[in-house]
């Protein structure tokens, strides 16, 4: 279980750690604008607009994510596979990452779909068989 619970944990980090790149592009865009960020960040272009789509992300792949690691803890099925399971996915999320600021279009979808695949994966490893 400390897998789980230390991917989880991980996975929670991710969403505040993709907001790094972010708030460098805010600051490079005349400065943090701490009063009305939401404004600022909606003007962002190019490698600003793709950090905070990056950021927006981590938060929605946490939902699924949390779900699913929640979902083997409650039903006891932790096991090598669902193990791994996490932790390709949170592996994957950080390449996705890399990927977005990178401009990787390609790439960065197929570590998404690999990253949520694993999310799925271990919620059908929880169910009764």
Not at 3 to 23: E, H, N, Q, R, S
Not at 60 to 71: C, D, P, Q, W
Request: hydrophobic share 55%.
């Amino acid at each position: 279980m400390t897998t789980l619970v230390l991917c989880l944990f991980i996975a929670a980090l991710l969403p505040y750690l993709a907001k790094m790149p972010l708030a460098v592009a805010m600051h490079r865009a005349g400065g943090y604008d701490n009063n009305n960020p939401r404004e600022q960040q909606a003007k962002l272009k190019g490698f600003g607009e793709r950090a905070l789509a990056a950021h927006q992300n981590a938060f929605e792949s946490l939902i699924v994510f949390a779900i699913a690691i929640l979902l083997a803890i409650a039903t006891g099925t932790i096991n090598e596979t669902v193990q791994f399971l996490a932790v390709v996915h949170i592996v994957f999320r950080v390449i996705y990452n890399i990927l977005y600021l990178l401009n990787k279009a390609t790439l960065r979808s197929l570590s998404w779909a690999v990253a949520i695949g694993c999310s799925f994966a271990i919620m059908l490893q929880s169910m009764p068989s």
